[in-house]
C-alpha cells in the first residue's frame, strides 16, 4: 500500500507539472502563427538574426581576450610543485623528486579508463623503489606483507572521510545502488542521441538553431578547458598520494606503528640508564673533542644552564651519560665522551656512537691550530652515515672553546664581536665543513663564570627540529624487528597451536 500511496503521489506531481509546463509550451506556435498573420515574422526574423550575431561575436571577442590574457603555462608551472617532507632521508627525497617528474608530465587521458590509472601508480611506484633500492634489481617487492597490510589500513582510512565528505551521497549509498547508477552509464550514449535529433528539429527556426550552436560550441570549448585543468590537477595529486605512500612502504616506515615507537626506548638508552626505566627516549646529545678542550665543562655549563641536573662530571675516561633537563626540551641525555683518538679503530668506535646519538656538539680549542683529527673525525660521521642512506646525520654545533686565552677586554669582559673571533668563527667553519651560525665562541675558564654559553644553548635549540628528524629515524630502526631465534621460536609455536586447533576432533565435528 505505501509503495502504491507513492506511485499516486508521483503521478499527481507529473501531471500539475505538465499542466504549468504546456500552456508555456503553446505559446511558441501560437505567437509564431500571431506574427505570421499580422505580417511581423520576417521583422521577428531579422531581429532575432541580429541579436544572434551580436551575441555570437560578443562571446568570441570576450574568450580570445580571456585566452590571449591567459596564456597557457608551461608543464612545470602547472604542476605547482610540491616540496619533499624535511623529514625524509636524502634517498627518499630523490625518490619524491621522481614523483614530481612524473606529475609534471601527467595527461589528463591517463585518468580516463582503469588500466591507464593502474598503469600510471605502477609507474610512479616502480620510481620510488628504484631510487630508495638502487642496488637491488627488483625492488618493486621489497617489503613485508605487515608493512603491505600497514599500508592498505593507512590508505582506507584516508578514503573513508574522503568518501564521505567530498562525494555527494558517499556515506549514504549503498554498494549495490552505487553498481546499479554505474549499469546506466549507457544512457549516456541515448542522451546524446536524443538530443543531437533536437538539434535538427530546432532547425525549423534556423535563425535562432544557429545561434543556439554557436553559444553550445563557445560553452563545450570552456567546459572542455576548465575539465582538462581539473582532470590535469585530479592526476596529480593521485600521483602524488601514491607516491607518499610508496615512501613510507620502501622506506620502511610502515614497519613500527606509531603506539610502538611513541613507547620504545632504544637499546643504547637502557644501557645508558641501567636498571632505571619506565621514561621515555630522550633526545641524545653527545659531547666530542679531543683531549683539553674543555668537553666536561662544556657539560657543567650547559649543566647550569638547564632548569633541572641530574648530576655533572668531573672527569671522563669513557663515555658518560647524564640525563638533564635543557632548555625548551622535556628530557635529553648528555653524553660525555673520552678524547678523539687518531687511529682507524678509535675513530670508528667513535663513528659508531655517534650512531647512537641525535646530535653532536663538538668542543673545539680556539688556542690550538691543528684540527686536523677534528676534521678526521666528523669525516669518519659522515662518512658512517653515507653508507646508511635510510638515517639521518645527526647535526653537528662546535662549541670553539678557550676564547679567553686568545682575547680579553678591560675588567676580564671578552668581546665576541671582536673581527679576530668572527674571523676565527669563519676560519674553523670552513676548514670543518659547518654552517657559520654552527659554530658558537664560549670562554670556560676554570674559577669563572662560562660566557656565551646562553648563545650556544639557543643554537642547540635552534637544531633540536633536525636532532628529533635523526632521532625518529634512528629509533625507526632500533625498533624494527629484527631476526631472533627466540622470536622464530614463538612463531613457529602460534603456528602449530592453530594448525592444532584446526584439526581438533571438536572442530573437525563442527564441519
Do not use: C
Request: no cysteine; glycine share 6%; aromatic share 6%.
Amino acid at each position: 500500500m505505501a509503495v502504491k500511496g507513492k506511485a499516486i503521489l508521483y503521478l499527481r506531481g507529473a501531471m500539475i507539472f505538465l499542466a504549468l509546463l504546456l500552456p508555456m509550451i503553446s505559446l511558441m506556435p501560437l505567437g509564431w502563427l500571431w506574427l505570421w498573420q499580422r505580417g511581423y515574422a520576417l521583422y521577428w526574423l531579422a531581429g532575432a538574426f541580429s541579436l544572434a550575431i551580436i551575441g555570437y561575436v560578443a562571446q568570441v571577442i570576450t574568450l580570445r581576450r580571456t585566452l590571449r590574457e591567459t596564456p597557457e603555462p608551461a608543464l612545470d608551472t602547472v604542476a605547482d610543485k610540491v616540496e619533499a617532507d624535511p623529514s625524509w632521508t636524502a634517498r627518499e627525497q630523490a625518490a619524491w623528486t621522481a614523483v614530481e617528474a612524473i606529475a609534471a608530465n601527467v595527461r589528463p587521458a591517463e585518468l580516463t579508463d582503469r588500466d591507464r590509472v593502474l598503469n600510471l601508480g605502477m609507474r610512479t611506484i616502480e620510481a620510488v623503489a628504484r631510487q630508495i633500492h638502487p642496488q637491488d634489481r627488483n625492488p618493486l617487492w621489497k617489503f613485508t606483507i605487515p608493512e603491505a597490510l600497514a599500508l592498505i589500513e593507512r590508505v582506507s582510512a584516508d578514503m573513508r572521510p574522503f568518501v564521505s565528505d567530498n562525494i555527494p551521497l558517499g556515506d549514504q549509498l549503498t554498494v549495490g545502488q552505487v553498481l546499479k547508477i554505474y549499469g546506466w552509464r549507457s544512457a549516456i550514449g541515448f542522451a546524446e542521441k536524443a538530443y543531437d535529433i533536437w538539434r535538427l528539429i530546432r532547425l525549423v527556426n534556423p535563425v535562432t538553431a544557429a545561434a543556439q550552436e554557436a553559444r553550445e560550441q563557445i560553452t563545450k570549448h570552456l567546459y572542455a578547458n576548465v575539465r582538462d585543468q581539473l582532470a590535469r590537477q585530479l592526476a596529480r595529486a593521485y600521483v602524488r598520494e601514491v607516491g607518499r605512500a610508496a615512501i613510507d612502504l620502501y622506506g620502511g616506515r610502515l614497519r613500527v606503528t606509531q603506539a610502538e615507537l611513541a613507547g620504545h626506548v632504544s637499546a643504547s638508552t637502557q644501557r645508558d640508564r641501567g636498571q632505571a626505566t619506565g621514561r621515555a627516549e630522550p633526545l641524545r646529545i653527545l659531547i666530542a673533542g679531543q683531549a683539553g678542550a674543555g668537553k666536561s665543562s662544556l657539560v657543567n655549563a650547559l649543566s647550569k644552564e638547564v632548569r633541572a641536573v641530574v648530576d655533572a662530571p668531573g672527569g671522563t675516561r669513557d663515555f658518560q651519560p647524564y640525563e638533564v633537563e635543557l632548555e625548551g626540551l622535556s628530557g635529553s641525555m648528555v653524553i660525555d665522551s673520552p678524547r678523539i683518538g687518531a687511529s682507524n679503530k678509535e675513530q670508528k668506535a667513535f663513528a659508531a656512537k655517534a650512531n647512537d646519538s641525535d646530535l653532536i656538539v663538538w668542543a673545539l680549542a680556539a688556542d690550538k691550530s691543528d684540527a686536523r683529527i677534528d676534521l678526521v673525525a666528523i669525516t669518519g660521521i659522515r662518512n658512517h652515515f653515507a653508507k646508511r642512506p635510510h638515517r639521518r646525520q645527526p647535526p653537528i654545533i662546535v662549541a670553539l672553546t678557550h676564547i679567553d686565552k686568545l682575547t680579553q677586554a678591560a675588567h676580564g669582559a671578552i668581546d665576541f664581536d671582536d673581527p679576530a673571533i668572527v674571523e676565527l668563527v669563519r676560519t674553523v667553519a670552513e676548514g670543518l665543513g659547518i654552517p657559520k651560525n654552527d659554530v658558537v665562541p664560549v670562554s670556560l675558564a676554570p674559577g669563572r663564570v662560562p660566557t656565551n654559553t646562553e648563545q650556544l644553548s639557543a643554537r642547540i635549540a635552534a637544531r633540536v627540529p633536525d636532532a628529533r628528524q635523526a632521532q625518529l629515524l634512528r629509533l625507526m630502526e632500533d625498533a624494527a624487528p629484527r631476526w631472533s631465534a627466540r622470536r622464530l621460536l614463538g612463531q613457529a609455536g602460534n603456528a602449530a597451536w592453530s594448525a592444532a586447533k584446526s584439526v581438533s576432533p571438536a572442530n573437525i565435528l563442527k564441519r
